[in-house]
C-alpha cells in the first residue's frame, strides 16, 4: 500500500473510531506528512508503508533535529510528538494486519513525554489578579483563568461552552472531552462567582460562554463567529504570564497540571484526579506521581521510626 493511502484511512480511523478531536487529526496529518514529504524528497516518488524502516527513522529524526525554524532549531520534546505520531501509525496498520516495522523498535525519547510544568500557589494569585475587572475583556480573562485553573479543563473543552451548560448554582456541570468521554467538572467558589459576575455583565443573547468583544462583528454575527478560539485564549494566558513576571512558559494547559497539581499536594488520590481530568487511563495521569511521590517522602522523613533522633 502506498504510504500516503495508508495516512489517510489512518486519519479516518481516529475521526470516525477513536472519536478523536479536530485538533489531534490535524497534528497527525502534519507530523504524518512530514515524514511522507521528507521520503518523497529523498528520492522516493511514490513511498510505500515498506518504505518506513530503522534507517528511514534514524534519517528522519536526524533531519528533524536539523530542522530550522522560526524560533531556531526543533525542540527535541517537538521532534519526540512525530516520533510518537510514527509508532501510532504503525500499531494501527499492525492491529489491521499489514507488514509493517514492529512500532517497538522505535525508541520515543524519554524528553519526549509532556514535561510537567505547573504554577505553584503564589504564581497562581499573581496570574490570577492581572486582569482588569472594570473592563469587559478583563472581566471574562479573569473569568477564564478562574475557570481553567478551577475545572481542569482542556482549552478545547472550555471554548466549546455555552452559557446554559453552566450550573452556578450547583457548582458543577458536565463537558464532553476527547475521544467523546463525558465527565462532571466543578466550579471552585471563587471561580463561580467571577463566572457569575461575567456572565450577568452580558449584554448579548448569544450561546458561546466566551465571546470576542474586539475585532470585526456586526448585530448579524453568528455565535460561531464569535465564540472565542483556542488560539485567543492560549495568547491570553501567555499575556497575563509575561505580565505577572511569572517566569515559566505557560499555556492554557499549564493551569491544568496545576489544578491536579494542587490537588496531590492536598491529599487528593491519583485515580479521583483521573476522574476530574478525563484521562481515559490511569498511566496519563501518572505524570503527576512526582507530586504524590514528594509528599509520601516527606511524610516518610517527618514520621518514620528510623528517622526519628534517637541515642545510639
Known amino acids: 500500500m502506498k504510504l500516503e493511502e495508508g495516512i489517510v484511512r489512518f486519519l479516518e480511523y481516529l475521526e470516525i473510531e477513536r472519536n478523536a478531536s479536530k485538533l489531534t487529526v490535524r497534528n497527525y496529518r502534519h507530523y ?15 513511498p510505500t508503508l515498506g518504505d518506513i524502516n530503522q534507517e528511514t527513522i534514524r534519517n528522519f529524526r536526524l533531519y528533524l533535529s536539523r530542522l530550522p525554524g522560526l524560533r531556531g532549531i526543533m ?4 521532534q519526540g510528538y512525530y516520533v510518537i505520531a510514527i509508532r501510532s501509525f504503525l500499531k494501527w496498520l499492525v492491529r489491521n494486519d499489514f507488514q509493517v516495522m514492529q512500532p517497538e523498535k522505535i525508541e520515543v525519547p524519554k524528553n519526549a513525554e509532556h514535561s510537567l510544568k505547573f504554577l505553584d500557589e503564589d504564581q497562581i494569585g ?6 482588569i475587572l472594570s473592563t469587559k475583556v478583563g472581566l471574562r480573562d479573569r473569568a477564564i483563568l478562574e475557570l481553567l485553573f478551577s475545572t481542569g479543563l482542556r482549552v478545547s473543552e472550555a471554548v466549546a461552552l455555552n452559557r446554559d451548560q453552566i ?11 476527547k475521544g467523546g468521554k463525558a465527565r462532571v467538572v ?16 452580558r449584554m448579548d443573547r448569544h450561546k458561546p ?14 455565535d460561531e463567529e464569535l465564540r472565542l478560539s483556542a488560539r485567543s485564549i492560549q495568547r491570553l494566558v501567555k499575556h497575563y504570564v509575561r505580565q505577572a513576571r511569572i517566569p515559566v512558559d505557560a499555556t492554557p494547559h499549564t493551569l491544568r497540571h ?9 491529599g487528593a488520590d491519583l485515580r479521583s484526579v483521573q476522574e476530574l481530568l478525563g484521562h481515559r487511563n490511569i498511566a496519563t495521569t501518572q505524570i503527576y506521581t512526582h507530586v504524590t ?13 528510623g528517622n526519628r533522633e534517637k541515642k545510639i
Open 32 to 46: 504524518l506528512e512530514v515524514l511522507l514529504t521528507y521520503l518523497q524528497a529523498s528520492g522516493i516518488t511514490e
Open 75 to 78: 525542540k527535541s520534546v517537538t
Open 126 to 131: 499573581r496570574l490570577l489578579s492581572q486582569p
Open 167 to 177: 450550573n452556578l448554582e450547583s457548582r458543577e456541570f458536565g463537558v464532553v472531552g
Open 186 to 201: 466543578f466550579v471552585s467558589q471563587q471561580a463561580a462567582m467571577l463566572m457569575d459576575r461575567y456572565i450577568k455583565s
Open 209 to 222: 460562554l466566551f465571546i470576542r468583544f474586539g475585532g470585526k462583528k456586526d448585530i448579524a454575527s453568528s
Open 258 to 266: 496545576s489544578m491536579a497539581t494542587d490537588l496531590l499536594r492536598s
Open 293 to 305: 511521590d514528594s509528599r509520601l517522602r516527606e511524610v516518610h522523613q517527618k514520621y518514620h521510626l
